[in-house]
């Protein structure tokens, strides 16, 4: 998918090839998208919910981002002339505090010739449906829905704009739009401050990361994307930016992602954390803190809102078209209701590092720990009952084996966090406890016939989730069983590079695409079977699958190599870093 991104961890853009805005939310990453061309035109014309930037007769189209940074560059090329547009979400330290206001800027300019432009500002509101009202002054322009209004200030000729007409590029022209506001200052002026101190805190925030030695470009890349998925206000880690992007053509297997896995925010953070951008899992600790306290011991649902919100009600939109026509456009996700028992493990995962990292500065003692046996108890109830699974299967539920996995790791983490804090006899039931449930999932879920560990307990049918037993430490790698399961998995599920989730048929029938994460979690898996040369192979293919401008999407077709699924994935991202963190040449192998 040939989509760049912007952001600043409190909203996010993404813009195609030719400088479109397609798709942006208000007021945060899971709210109305205002520009939404990207699932459809909703019910207005073609070109609705958009931000376009023609150039009259265009030959010719690049991007790129400014180096480690979220500024995104296009460059349009005519016979006539050429334009570069700058677009950036400001993001920088003012005041002693983080401003990261709800505002994207656009910054066009004459690169060469007489190129002539035409701008096309068409927000809709409440998915579509909503046309807005204008009012404007005489530089700006307010575009009125029936529950917020956003305003565009430009040094732009306003009444060209507004007619959509074709004119002269001479001088470099900015557009500011965001909340209802009056600058307090020119466009100009306004651009080039926000560009300058937001250049030079992605470029600071880059320069600290601990990077391996090789894929630097990919995994800096991979990091940025990651960060612009949190949402900083709350703490709260996003899955994607966008919904209902289907993981294959016509498919129907379109989802909302612009919400707080927990299973995926630990994966990300972990990831942020292991290049040393602590600021990431340091703010989710404490909104998953937040949200193990609303729950007072009990069931914890899979999925929240970035604001723990609990009711993300699923409905779907009667006037967005789906992305190529390909609907439904879904709002909200269901998985709110499902009990995936993983959850408790991920919860307990994404916790653990700060009561050991002594970069965190977080109130992490005995009471936090306290406050994190009552999920050790679900897990411990839940290990051996059925649930939806990772993959949150709509029609049947079982006794997955990811998820008693992580019903494992959640009492195998509370034994170790118990032994840090000289707990001993804390430590001592929970260890117990996590050996009780490894020996359950050693005797229930290994198949001789299949030579691998299965999906479910009893079960027959091969799922790649299970190659997580290496990356939480559930058994050694070389264990003759976990090497087997790798071999299987690789012949059944693999199709070159990419991997099934699984084989068995599922509410929409046969998987059709690889999804990313699971090639990445074979690519680790080989690499602790000492396969590394393997590995390598495997992971810069998958380097190969990322567009452009090194974003990857959930899934990936096997046949044409195109990207499907919801974009830029969390998960897809963060096999980018761990591949690259575990499979580099060390940096003392070179100097």
Request: aromatic letters at 10%.
């Amino acid at each position: 998918m040939e989509f760049g991104v912007i952001g600043n961890c409190a909203v996010a853009a993404l813009i195609d090839a030719s400088a479109s805005i397609n798709w942006y939310c208000l007021p945060r990453l899971d709210g109305d998208p205002v520009f939404h061309s990207l699932v459809g035109h909703g019910a207005g014309k073609k070109g609705d919910g958009a931000f376009a930037i023609e150039l009259d007769g265009q030959t010719e189209t690049s991007q790129f981002y400014e180096t480690n940074t979220a500024i995104l560059k296009t460059v349009l090329r005519s016979e006539t002339g050429a334009v570069e547009i700058t677009d950036f979400c400001p993001r920088f330290a003012d005041r002693g505090r983080s401003f990261r206001p709800q505002t994207l800027i656009r910054q066009v300019r004459r690169l060469d010739g007489s190129p002539r432009m035409r701008f096309r500002i068409r927000p809709r509101f409440h998915w579509g449906e909503v046309e807005p009202i204008l009012t404007r002054g005489s530089n700006h322009v307010r575009f009125v829905g029936p529950s917020q209004v956003i305003r565009l200030t430009t040094d732009a000729p306003l009444d060209h704009v507004l007619d959509e007409r074709l004119i002269n590029l001479e001088n470099a022209l900015t557009f500011v739009l965001g909340p209802d506001e009056t600058l307090s200052d020119s466009p100009a002026e306004i651009g080039k401050t926000f560009y300058d101190s937001t250049l030079r805190y992605w470029q600071r925030w880059s320069q600290r990361l601990a990077v391996p030695l090789e894929w630097q470009d990919a995994v800096i890349r991979a990091a940025i994307t990651l960060k612009l998925c949190s949402y900083e206000p709350t703490g709260g880690v996003i899955a994607a930016m966008t919904t209902s992007l289907p993981e294959a053509p016509d498919s129907g297997r379109n989802w909302d992602y612009r919400y707080c896995w927990v299973r995926d925010a630990f994966f990300t953070v972990r990831a942020l954390n292991s290049l040393a951008a602590t600021r990431t899992l340091e703010h989710y600790f404490q909104w998953l803190m937040n949200a193990v306290a609303d729950a007072k011991g009990g069931h914890i649902q899979p999925v929240l809102g970035v604001g723990l919100e609990t009711a993300l009600t699923e409905r779907t939109s009667e006037t967005l078209q789906g992305f190529r026509g390909m609907g439904p456009v879904r709002i909200g996700n269901q998985a709110h209701e499902h009990f995936q028992h993983d959850t408790y493990g991920n919860i307990i995962l994404g916790a653990a590092p700060a009561f050991f990292d002594r970069r965190l500065p977080l109130h992490t003692g005995v009471t936090a720990f306290e406050s994190l046996e009552p999920l050790g108890e679900q897990a411990w109830l839940l290990h051996d009952q059925p649930d939806a699974g990772i993959w949150e299967l709509r029609t049947r539920s079982r006794i997955h084996t990811s998820s008693s996995l992580m019903c494992w790791a959640a009492c195998d983490r509370l034994a170790k966090i118990a032994r840090h804090l000289d707990e001993t006899e804390k430590a001592a039931h929970w260890a117990n406890r996590a050996t009780i449930i490894r020996d359950k999932i050693l005797e229930n879920t290994w198949s001789e016939k299949r030579q691998a560990f299965v999906e479910s307990f009893g079960g027959e049918t091969l799922d790649a989730s299970v190659l997580l037993m290496g990356e939480v430490g559930f058994l050694p790698a070389d264990d003759p069983r976990f090497v087997a399961t790798v071999e299987t998995l690789t012949r059944v599920l693999g199709r070159g590079p990419y991997m099934l989730r699984y084989e068995e048929a599922d509410d929409f029938g046969v998987p059709e695409v690889g999804f990313n994460v699971c090639a990445f979690w074979r690519i680790d898996a080989l690499a602790r079977i000492g396969r590394l040369e393997e590995a390598r192979d495997l992971f810069e293919q998958m380097l190969g699958a990322r567009n452009s401008l090194g974003l990857m999407s959930e899934d990936t077709s096997f046949a044409t190599g195109e990207g499907w699924g919801n974009f830029p994935q969390t998960y897809s991202m963060v096999g980018i870093i761990n591949g690259a963190m575990r499979l580099s040449r060390r940096w003392e192998a070179e100097l």
